[in-house]
Nanobody, 122 residues
């Protein structure tokens, strides 16, 4: 099993940047793909990005449009979501999650962090 703690959210102006972190505990973090999802008020949770266990494969949602980067440091048991050129519509609670392999659907992920709030002001 793996336990996840997501952090790094905050309030930022439109056009700004934030770096979210996902810190894992447990010995098997390196065996899991990591995904980032987000949920805005009144909306369904949606996929943002995912990275394979070794870090060699990544996928992004279409709305990312090259603004975000996902990475991981297995030695430190951390994963990151670097978000640039943020827009007000990026406002949401962001969650990291772990799955056996890269996936874009939430049901594929077995372990979840509690979320970190990102607010982008216009």
């Amino acid at each position: 099993q793996v336990q996840l703690v997501d952090s790094g959210g905050g309030v930022v102006e439109a056009g700004g940047s934030l770096r979210l972190s996902c810190t894992a505990s447990g010995r098997t973090f390196r065996n899991y793909a990591v995904g980032w999802f987000r949920q805005a008020p009144g909306k369904k949770r949606e996929f943002v990005a995912t990275i394979s266990p070794g870090g060699g494969t990544t996928y992004f949602a279409d709305f990312v449009e090259g603004r975000f980067a996902i990475s991981r440091d297995n030695a430190r048991k951390k994963a990151y979501l670097e978000m640039n050129r943020l827009k007000p519509e990026d406002t949401a609670v962001y969650y990291c999650a772990a799955a056996d392999s890269t996936a874009t659907i939430a049901l594929a992920y077995d372990f979840w962090g509690r979320g970190t709030q990102v607010t982008v002001s216009s």
